[in-house]
């Protein structure tokens, strides 16, 4: 390897299925990768997801990180607010809990109790979000927020703030596409002394509004949700890295003209609560979607490595050694 690729410690390759590091990378990664580099910075624009994907799936006290929604339902306290705790705010507390330790048997017994009692008819996932929403305007939650951050376990991935630094250096159009709650996300990187760059997008959902804008399932609408600010600054960028943990995010590139190349990257969560590796079945899995996919709770330093070649220009395609 010469130049750029050298001196940031990447080399080419064959274009098969390859794996170096816990870096796992799938058929399309080299020629996706040189059309990235060929278009250079000018022609970039990067959509990302947020909870688990800028953020760790273990929180700083190894624990399994805190999501958005379970910043305020993990750390608030109901008593505080007067109401809250004879709302339905306990029952979305129950499932967060369930859902998060991973009983996913008393979660099943738990959910058709909730079916029930409240005549649920269409999906309990959407009723759940529908549901927080609804609550948190009632309650004015999003004035609660900032304690709740500083007892969370959150923990943003090592290197973000190098990557915002590099999209801003570089005036790349970025849209953060997220199912959490924009005051806690926004709240999240202020705390962590991590502010996003100026040509940034939030795409999410608001505490003060009692409707849900963006779902997992919704996620393949969200450029119709971006301000038109967003549509003309990326106009004319055809190379598009997206960032996300599981296949839906991967909609959140529905809806780009037909002419974008679309290299993706997956933050792969499977085996970190049981302090396993992932097995190579999981990994395999995730390669039929993305591009390449990242193991052991990586930090940004691959991302960041991919965004310094595409400055560069390179002409090879980068694989981690």
């Known amino acids: 390897a010469r130049g750029p690729l050298k001196r940031a ?7 098969e299925e390859r794996s170096f590091g816990g870096v796992h990378f799938g058929p399309h990664f080299q020629a996706r990768a040189r059309a990235l ?56 507390q129950e499932v967060e809990r369930l859902y998060c330790e991973g009983d996913y048997a008393k979660l099943g017994a738990y959910s058709e109790q909730l079916i029930k009692q409240f005549n649920i008819t269409g999906d309990l996932v959407e009723w759940w979000f529908h549901t927080y929403q609804q609550v948190a305007a009632q309650f004015r939650l999003w004035e609660h927020v900032g304690p709740c951050i500083e007892r969370s376990n959150v923990r943003l991935r090592e290197g973000v703030a190098e990557t915002f630094a590099w999209v801003q250096a570089h005036d790349v159009p970025m849209l953060v596409v997220s199912a959490g709650l924009r005051q806690v996300l926004l709240g999240i990187l202020q705390a962590r ?45 055809t190379c598009v890295l997206l960032l996300g943990d599981k296949t839906t995010d991967l909609a959140s590139a529905e809806g780009l003209s037909s002419d974008c190349i679309v290299l993706s990257v997956c933050f792969l969560a499977a085996g970190l609560k049981d302090g396993r590796e992932p097995t190579a ?12 996919v990242l193991t052991n709770d990586a930090s940004m330093r691959f991302v960041n490595l991919l965004l310094r070649n595409i400055a560069h220009g390179c002409e090879a395609s980068p694989y981690l050694v």
């Open 37 to 92: 580099y060929a278009g250079g910075s000018k022609s970039l624009q990067v959509i990302t997801d947020f909870d688990q994907t800028l953020t760790t799936y273990l929180g700083a006290d190894g624990r399994r990180g805190d999501e958005c929604h379970g910043v305020l339902l993990s750390h608030l306290d109901a008593d505080a607010v007067p109401g809250l705790g004879t709302s339905a705010w306990v029952y979305l």
């Open 193 to 237: 002394d991590c502010c996003l760059p100026s040509c940034a997008t939030v795409v999410t959902n608001d505490l003060r509004e009692s409707a849900v804008t963006v779902s997992d399932k919704s996620k393949h609408a969200a450029l119709s949700f971006a301000p038109e600010s967003h549509h003309a600054a990326t106009e004319c960028r």
């Open 281 to 292: 079945e999981e990994i395999q899995e995730k390669l039929q979607h993305f591009d390449v």
């Open 9 to 15: 410690g990447l080399h080419s390759a064959s274009c």
